[in-house]
């Protein structure tokens, strides 16, 4: 493997710039929990044709590769990912000017690593209403529709039109938004293994000032409900049906409940936060700690929304 990785690092190397690789990057650089152990490769893709070509190449050098975005839902294992990570991220960030559709609709597109943030200035700039929901979302475009991020009753899926994708192998092809099944925090793209170019979405004229007053009061809103000044993935359990999680986890007494540096926020309960410096096998063990004490008071199975990726860190022999 290290004869590989050190292969893919040259080939990858001869078509970017020395800042878009890394060696042994630790994943705490690159998600919001602050959490990770080492990739082996970092990649951060700036062109459909980087893409291409380092997926091409890791494919051929038998190097398994792992998508993410801006990592604000994911959990990386201490020991970290093996082989290539590529990001997707402000490299490759371009956001389109609308483009008039019939029924008094526009379209924009937005390569995969653009900030929501960016999406939905860029729509308010063009007094495009629809995406006021996703303004507070820390995600990038790419992770939005794959996980179809939602919040304030609105979701991707409400405004996605289609997405370019591109397969493991290179190759290019565009989904219509039904194609990706969008549902509660998933899309066909957890099963199809493809990773998103660019996306599509579709919006009706609105009034900027309302548009941006609708982004202030979400902001506004989670700064009083949400620790966003603390390392998170947002909320950890997904929303199980007929109930909320931080109202289930509140009830049985869990605020607060911390293990080593991995703690329930006392704001928000459906927030685990990384509050002082903890490592990812606490924030598992209290991912566990929560679910089986949610459990047996109540009955009901929280499931993990954050994504979790990479290795345990190796026992140490003393
Ligand atoms: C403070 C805070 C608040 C949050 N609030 C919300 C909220 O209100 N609603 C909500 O839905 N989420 C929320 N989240 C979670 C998170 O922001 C979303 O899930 C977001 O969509 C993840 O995007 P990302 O770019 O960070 O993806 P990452 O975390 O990097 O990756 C998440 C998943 O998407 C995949 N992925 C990423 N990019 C691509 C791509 N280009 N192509 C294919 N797959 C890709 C990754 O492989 C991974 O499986 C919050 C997180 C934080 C930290």
Not at 90 to 96: G, I, L, R, S, Y
Not at 128 to 153: C, D, R, S
Not at 245 to 273: D, N, P, Q, Y
């Amino acid at each position: 493997m290290v004869q590989r990785l050190e292969a893919l690092y040259r080939k990858l190397r001869e078509g970017c710039s020395a800042q878009q690789l890394g060696r042994s990057v630790p994943m705490s650089r690159y998600t919001t929990l602050r959490l990770g152990g080492p990739a082996d490769l970092v990649f951060n893709a700036a062109s459909v044709d980087q893409l291409s070509l380092a997926l091409k190449a890791a494919r051929e050098m038998e190097v398994p590769v792992t998508v993410i975005g801006n990592g604000s839902n994911l959990l990386v294992r201490d020991g970290g990912i093996r082989g290539l990570v590529v990001r997707i991220c402000e490299d490759f960030a371009a956001v389109t000017e609308p483009t008039p559709l019939p029924d008094g609709i526009f379209s924009l597109t937005a390569q995969a690593g653009a900030s929501l943030q960016k999406l939905c200035n860029a729509a308010a700039d063009s007094s495009l209403t629809g995406l006021e929901f996703a303004f507070g979302i820390p995600g990038t475009v790419g992770g939005a529709v794959y996980m179809n991020a939602g919040a304030y009753g609105g979701e991707m899926k409400d405004v996605l039109h289609s997405v370019t994708a591109m397969d493991m192998e290179g190759n290019t092809r565009v989904y219509t938004a039904q194609e990706l099944e969008l549902g509660y925090r998933r899309s066909a793209l957890m099963q199809t293994g493809h990773l998103v170019t660019s996306a599509t979405v579709v919006l009706r004229p609105g009034d900027e000032d309302t548009i941006r007053t609708a982004m202030r009061e979400f902001i506004q809103r989670r700064r009083q409900k949400q620790p966003i000044h603390l390392p998170s993935c947002g909320s950890t359990f997904k929303r199980p049906e007929g109930h909320f999680a931080g109202t289930l986890i509140e009830g049985c007494g869990l605020k607060g409940f911390r293990i080593g540096g991995a703690s329930v926020s006392e704001l928000h309960a459906g927030f685990l936060v990384n509050d002082q410096q903890g490592t990812a096998a606490d924030y598992l063990q209290l991912i566990a700690h929560v679910q089986k004490t949610v459990f047996d008071r109540t009955g009901v199975r929280l499931e993990p929304e954050v994504r979790i990726l990479g290795e345990d860190a190796p026992l140490t022999v003393l």
